[in-house]
């Protein structure tokens, strides 16, 4: 079996960990490793300020309380998202409105957010699909003028870029995620990328439960006490002491998933030129980490064939989200802006070939001449 995706470890993970238990004894948050991961996204980025978390859902619902999201306050999205985007600003009470998405790059459709703005309308979410950079520019332009929070859920976006800006530091706050189908890994784990100072403070508190301890740990205050809302957002230590190992590789690991993304580039283009396969977007001017290979089939009958036949070859081939405007959830808690068109024709479509660490040259030829095969019967 090929697998869509397989966890690995690519260097010191398992010494760290060790390392964590036996010489720093914390297996608590907020530790070496902790700090040290911290240190290695703000030199990396360029944000102001990173703080992990345990998922970037976590990250998501910190952000929702930053940007002070009130019940009934509008926040546009995507409806093609993971349900982390818009459950974020739900439990805070924000009203999700999702609007469509380009039919090139499956991010948020720019040309569409001016006018689903209302005056209820308090931020942007911005999510830069397999690693492909939303138009920031003009996102932001429209963000200032309006006077709405920016937040990047930039969770498939680590080492991405949009005109040499690492996604997650151009808005005012960015979400990661290192879940183990990510490219850069701790099984479960997150973290929010502050880009302006007036987030730390109260980001700092949130982390902590609601309380200004880290006041206390810099001995600002002689105690620490319940100063606001908060949750237990921080990882435990073994996250971060693997994660850390991750990160000391992580140029290596994007480089690694760019060259699978353009080997199946190469050997599926002639598919593509033959119009019976879309391929992913891909400019010359901004960078993408290589997170996902998608291709696009004619239809949704066209890709449960295939999905199907890959299956019996085992290949494990998968579609993704289904679109959030449609989803029960997504009619209780939020609304559609237009037609949303390309969201429910591309959703139908899209299907996520194998990409891992560890994938081999043979695996993926493999794969394509699975893809070749079932097309040539058609």
Known sequence: MIPYNKPFIVGKELFNISRAVIEYKQLSG??????????????????????????????LEMAAILCDIQPGDEVIMPSFTFVSTANAFVLRGGV????????????????????????????????H?????????????????????????????????????HLGTIGDIGTLSFHE?????????????????????????????????????????????????????LPGEIIAAFLHAQFEMGQMIVEKRQRIF?????????????????????????TSNGHIFYILTASEKER?????????????????????????AGRKFGRAYGNLQHTMDLSGRVLRLPLFYAMQDDEILRVTDEIKMFYSSR
């Open 129 to 165: 699909y397999a690693g492909i950079p939303c138009e920031m520019d003009i996102i932001c332009e429209i963000a200032r003028r309006r006077h709405l929070f920016v937040v990047e859920d930039a969770a498939q976006a680590l080492f991405s870029k949009y005109e040499d800006q």
């Open 262 to 286: 353009n080997k199946y580039i190469e050997l599926l283009t002639p598919l593509s030129q033959q119009n019976r396969i879309g391929l992913p977007w891909q400019n010359k001017t901004d």
């Open 181 to 233: 189908t990510k490219n850069i890994i701790s099984g479960e784990g997150g973290a929010i990328l502050l880009n302006s100072e007036r987030f730390v403070e109260r980001a700092e508190i949130l982390w902590e439960k609601g309380t200004d301890r880290k006041k206390f740990s810099r001995g600002i205050v002689d105690k620490y006490t319940w100063v606001d809302i908060g949750s237990s957002y």
């Open 30 to 59: 907020d530790g070496v490793y902790t700090k040290k991961c911290h240190e290695w996204l703000q030199k990396m980025t360029g944000c102001h300020k990173a703080l992990l978390t345990h998922s970037c859902t976590a990250a």
């Open 304 to 328: 449960s064939y295939l999905i199907e036949y890959l299956q019996d070859r085992d290949i494990n081939a998968l579609f993704h989200y289904v679109p959030l405007h449609s989803s029960p």
């Open 96 to 127: 999700p409105v999702f609007i469509d998405i380009r039919p090139d790059t499956l991010n948020i459709d720019e040309k569409l957010i001016e006018a689903a703005i209302t005056d209820r309308t308090k931020a942007v979410v911005p999510v």
